[in-house]
């Protein structure tokens, strides 16, 4: 302010050298007598305008006034830091839209002179109140569909979509509320990762989910910078799952049982030992080897909540296999091996075969329905043998043993 200070200074003395001049002035030469008359130097007064703070390089802010003739416009100082510019016929512009918008909401000084190329005038302070009109846009978020729950406190997730700030220069974040107590967590990221998880014991019910999202652009003049979605979430309840048997829990060896799930609309048994036929129905049929359990999975069509249900299944007396007795290694296809009914169902065993001295025949870890009642290559003479088949049970993790007789006959 030192320059304009100096500046007032100087229009001080030209406006008093002014006024000297303007008097008439009598000069006396030779006798002559005649007067001079000077014009009055250029004045302007303060003034002020107003102008939107989204205004394009070039826009008027104002037509400035002042007296005098063959005008000079000069701008001498500009409180804007470059906003505005003055054009030859005394009109205030805008020059950059960047620092006009840099001083949204602020009154800013410009200093102007003017001058008639033979005087300057005094010093205007142009006073510009530059209008805040920014309102900002909500940010965006796309609705979220009403959602199902089966009852259990599994951790599910919903991916929101269409998250934006909109405008280049902002950011957001978002949050998630429930209106009931029904929810042991609830998370969203600022990817739009929703977690939910049901409380333990909630076994039906419903709550309204609220996803805030909020920039930072803030609300003057009337702007958002808040979006709300909502979405019901329904808790459905999982099927009551049971299983029965026209048999009991326990049977003989070899005996088998059907086995009925209700409590859903569609069932599916895990695969196990001893399962006769198709396991995509209500009821199967089992003939189990060893102590088996059995499980089912029953979905609703309600809500397509599942649960499981089982059954443990044992066995009385010895374990016991199912296999030819006689063995007749003649090449004729019939009984050439000795065959164990469903071999594949004991995948860890041991088969041993002793003549009637209790001296091994044959060994095998494994067994696979390959025995031909040879020993090193010769054929065993013909009598009754003894086994011992020995399977590791899945459920129990014992072995259990099954003994018998084979007799092999020799014929052509």
């Not at 967590?185 to 014991?201: A, I, M, P, R, S």
């Not at 059907?258 to 001893?274: E, P």
């Not at 860890?348 to 090193?376: C, F, M, P």
């Amino acid at each position: 302010m030192n320059n304009i200070y100096i500046k007032k200074v100087a229009q001080l003395l030209f406006a008093s050298a002014a006024i000297l001049m303007s008097d008439p002035v009598s000069v006396k030469a030779a006798g002559t007598h005649f007067s001079s008359t000077m014009a009055a130097a250029p004045s302007i007064d303060n003034q002020a305008f107003t102008i939107r703070d989204d205004s394009p390089v070039g826009a008027i802010v104002g037509q400035l006034t002042a007296t005098g003739s063959n005008l000079q416009w000069i701008l001498e100082d500009d409180g804007s830091k470059g906003a505005f510019d003055l054009d030859a016929s005394g009109r205030l512009v805008v020059k950059d839209a960047t620092r006009l918008q840099a001083n949204r909401g602020n009154i800013v000084s410009v200093y102007v002179m003017v001058s008639d190329g033979i005087s300057n005038s005094n010093m205007a302070e142009i006073t510009v109140a530059i209008m805040d009109t920014y309102m900002n846009i909500p940010p965006t978020l796309d609705p979220i569909a009403d959602k199902g729950a089966c009852a259990g406190t599994s951790v599910d997730t919903i991916f929101l979509t269409g998250m934006s700030a909109v405008e280049p220069d902002q950011t957001y974040s978002l949050v998630a509320v429930a209106d009931a107590p029904l929810l042991q967590q609830l998370n969203v990221t600022h990817e739009g990762v929703l977690t939910y998880q049901l409380k333990g014991g909630i076994l039906g019910g419903s709550c309204i989910i609220t996803v805030m999202i909020k920039d930072n652009g803030g609300v003057r003049n009337g702007g958002q910078d808040t979006r709300l979605r909502t979405f019901t979430l329904t808790v459905n309840r999982l099927p009551n799952v049971s299983i029965a048997t026209d048999k009991g829990s326990i049977i003989a060896k070899g005996d088998q049982l059907t086995l009925t799930a209700s409590g859903g609309d569609q069932y599916q048994w895990r695969a196990a030992s001893g399962i006769v036929g198709e396991t995509g129905s209500a009821s199967i049929v089992v003939r189990p080897v060893f102590n088996t359990r059995y499980i089912v999975t029953a979905t609703s069509n309600f809500g397509g909540c599942s649960d499981t249900a089982a059954i443990d299944i044992r066995l009385l007396g010895d374990f016991i296999v199912r296999a030819n007795n006689v063995v007749s290694p003649n090449g004729d296809g019939h009984n050439d091996l000795w065959r164990i009914e469903n071999i594949e169902e004991y995948p860890v065993n041991e088969l041993t075969i002793v003549d009637r001295a209790g001296r091994t025949v044959y060994s095998q870890k494994n067994y696979n329905n390959t025995w031909d009642a040879h020993i090193n290559g010769q054929r065993l003479a013909e009598g009754t043998y003894y086994y011992i088949f020995r399977v590791k049970n899945p459920v129990t993790k014992a072995t259990d043993v099954a003994r018998g007789f084979i007799t092999v006959v020799v014929g052509d």
